[in-house]
């Protein structure tokens, strides 16, 4: 722990770049995905009246379900296409600029939310929550790479893991927000929704300040002395020639490889292993339940029976929980409230376990000239996740009532057993480290592959004869 504290004393220049690139990061993606759960009430009631003024005549319920479904679904497909942009856009400009742009077209996506109310069009709301999906697909893998190149090694674990810490801090500031006694009204739902717009223009004016990550501009830019500046920006004056040397190696390794594409990065051989890993954290991600509870929390604890007027505050609980476990990652009338203090339980597996793991894992099992793309399949997978378990879920508890959270279970025996066995450890290792890890692997298995076909053909040959 002491060496720990430490270390953030020496690069404590480093730790106000992590606050700018996390609060206009995946912090937004966090509240974006949690306000709607308060602003849902009262965006119905606006869609019917709003339609009753256009047209006289009230909405069915199912028309207004699906114009409400709509709403919500958009988010997630602009998340898929700003996902699958992404990859190309940060290792063309750099996650600086694509983040800087992001900003602007999220202040424009916030304003149509924040002004639907006043201009009495529910369609705004449906355009500003689709480009806020886009700009999420686009700064949730800016932010994780930028966060990843900008570490040094003592503080790579800490700094990769800040990104799970800001996407829970997300959730929880939307929770307290949208509380009724602040913006969770019917009077305040469009500026509750507009937020974000607040947070990204802190962003764009503070970012500026900042320089590009060091890998970036040394392996892509071919910047030395420029690399050596932002290294001694972010950590402070020193002796970086370690890491400096590190980073030649990974470019003499990947000299003459050009930025992978994605169907490059599917179709490469030697990316196999790192691909099925990120894929099992990704299942462990999305199938444990956490995205069901992020999109119903209130649904859960109605069927629960939790007094309505406490929810807000129990859902509120939920986010904290997120928060903390992140951070330290490493008939009776008690009953009701046991399936509370179990989600709470559960928030704090999944924080110190696959949430908090996740971003580092992938920016250490992956070269630069993969990296990218990389983010983009894994952001892809995500989104999809997040659109099949809001559709899904609600049937599911429809179905199985109390047991629904069992159907994740075995998802979870099996990765967790898979992770065990095929994830090396990364910790202390540089990227070149581990990748060489993977290829010795690989040659193993190809050597074993090879001893037993030539057993098999003497076999063959001693039969024969």
């Given at each position: 722990m002491a060496g720990f504290l430490s270390d953030l004393v020496q690069y404590r220049k480093l730790l106000p770049m992590i606050l700018v690139l996390g609060i206009g990061g995946t912090h937004l993606s966090g509240f974006q995905m949690s306000v709607m759960d308060y602003a849902s009430p009262y965006i119905q009631k606006f869609i019917n009246e709003t339609w009753l003024e256009r047209y006289g005549s009230v909405l069915h319920q199912e028309t207004l379900t699906l114009l409400w479904s709509f709403i919500v679904s958009m988010y997630c497909i602009g998340g898929m296409i700003g996902c699958l942009c992404s990859g190309?856009?940060?290792?063309?400009?750099?996650?600086?600029?694509?983040?800087?742009?992001?900003?602007?077209?999220?202040?424009?996506?916030?304003?149509?939310?924040?002004?639907?109310?006043r201009?009495?069009?529910?369609?705004?709301?449906?355009?500003?929550?689709?480009?806020?999906?886009?700009?999420?697909?686009?700064?949730?893998n800016a932010h994780v790479q930028y966060?990843?190149?900008?570490?040094?090694?003592k503080?790579?674990?800490?700094?990769?893991?800040?990104?799970?810490?800001?996407?829970?801090?997300?959730?929880?500031?939307?929770?307290?927000?949208?509380?009724?006694?602040?913006?969770?009204t019917e009077?305040?739902?469009?500026?509750?929704?507009?937020?974000?717009?607040?947070?990204?223009?802190?962003?764009?004016?503070?970012?500026?300040?900042?320089?590009?990550?060091?890998?970036?501009?040394?392996?892509?830019?071919?910047?030395?002395?420029?690399?050596?500046?932002?290294?001694?920006?972010?950590?402070?004056?020193?002796?970086?020639?370690?890491?400096?040397?590190?980073?030649?190696?990974?470019?003499?390794?990947?000299?003459?490889?050009?930025?992978?594409?994605?169907?490059?990065?599917?179709?490469?051989?030697?990316?196999?292993?790192?691909?099925?890993?990120?894929?099992l954290l990704l299942l462990s991600l999305q199938l444990c339940g956490l995205s069901a509870i992020t999109f119903y929390t209130s649904e859960i604890f109605r069927t629960a029976n939790v007094q309505e007027s406490i929810i807000p505050y129990v859902s509120l609980g939920v986010a904290i929980s997120e928060l903390f476990a992140i951070i330290f990652c490493d008939q009776f009338f008690w009953m009701r409230y046991c399936s509370v203090i179990l989600i709470f339980l559960f928030i704090i597996a999944y924080g110190t376990g696959p949430a908090g793991a996740f971003?580092?894992?992938?920016?250490?099992i992956f070269t630069l000239s993969a990296r990218s793309s990389a983010f983009a399949i894994?952001?892809?997978?995500?989104?999809?996740?997040?659109?099949?378990?809001?559709?899904?879920?609600?049937?599911?508890?429809?179905?199985?009532?109390?047991?629904?959270?069992?159907?994740?279970?075995?998802?979870?025996?099996?990765?967790?057993?898979?992770?065990?066995?095929?994830?090396?450890?990364?910790?202390?290792?540089?990227?070149?480290?581990?990748?060489?890890?993977?290829?010795?692997?690989?040659?193993?298995?190809?050597?074993?592959?090879?001893?037993?076909?030539?057993?098999s053909e003497q076999n063959t040959l001693c039969t024969k004869l």
């Amino acid at each position: 722990m002491a060496g720990f504290l430490s270390d953030l004393v020496q690069y404590r220049k480093l730790l106000p770049m992590i606050l700018v690139l996390g609060i206009g990061g995946t912090h937004l993606s966090g509240f974006q995905m949690s306000v709607m759960d308060y602003a849902s009430p009262y965006i119905q009631k606006f869609i019917n009246e709003t339609w009753l003024e256009r047209y006289g005549s009230v909405l069915h319920q199912e028309t207004l379900t699906l114009l409400w479904s709509f709403i919500v679904s958009m988010y997630c497909i602009g998340g898929m296409i700003g996902c699958l942009c992404s990859g190309y856009l940060t290792a063309k400009y750099g996650k600086k600029k694509c983040l800087l742009f992001n900003d602007l077209v999220l202040i424009v996506a916030t304003l149509h939310t924040g002004f639907s109310r006043r201009a009495k069009s529910f369609e705004m709301i449906l355009i500003g929550r689709f480009l806020e999906g886009i700009c999420a697909g686009i700064h949730m893998n800016a932010h994780v790479q930028y966060a990843g190149e900008i570490s040094p090694k003592k503080l790579r674990g800490f700094v990769n893991v800040t990104s799970s810490v800001f996407l829970a801090l997300g959730k929880t500031v939307a929770r307290i927000l949208g509380l009724r006694d602040l913006l969770g009204t019917e009077d305040l739902w469009n500026v509750l929704l507009s937020f974000s717009g607040l947070v990204a223009l802190i962003q764009l004016l503070f970012l500026p300040f900042f320089p590009e990550s060091p890998p970036y501009l040394l392996l892509q830019k071919g910047d030395k002395n420029g690399c050596l500046k932002a290294m001694k920006q972010l950590w402070g004056e020193g002796n970086y020639h370690t890491e400096f040397e590190d980073l030649l190696k990974e470019r003499a390794a990947t000299k003459g490889t050009k930025i992978m594409n994605v169907l490059e990065v599917l179709k490469e051989p030697s990316l196999r292993q790192q691909l099925g890993i990120m894929l099992l954290l990704l299942l462990s991600l999305q199938l444990c339940g956490l995205s069901a509870i992020t999109f119903y929390t209130s649904e859960i604890f109605r069927t629960a029976n939790v007094q309505e007027s406490i929810i807000p505050y129990v859902s509120l609980g939920v986010a904290i929980s997120e928060l903390f476990a992140i951070i330290f990652c490493d008939q009776f009338f008690w009953m009701r409230y046991c399936s509370v203090i179990l989600i709470f339980l559960f928030i704090i597996a999944y924080g110190t376990g696959p949430a908090g793991a996740f971003s580092s894992v992938i920016n250490e099992i992956f070269t630069l000239s993969a990296r990218s793309s990389a983010f983009a399949i894994g952001g892809l997978i995500i989104w999809l996740g997040l659109t099949f378990t809001g559709m899904i879920f609600p049937f599911a508890v429809m179905a199985l009532g109390p047991f629904c959270f069992l159907i994740f279970i075995a998802v979870l025996i099996i990765s967790s057993i898979l992770i065990y066995l095929f994830l090396p450890e990364t910790k202390g290792k540089s990227i070149t480290e581990i990748t060489e890890e993977f290829k010795t692997r690989q040659f193993k298995k190809k050597h074993h592959q090879t001893v037993e076909k030539n057993a098999s053909e003497q076999n063959t040959l001693c039969t024969k004869l």
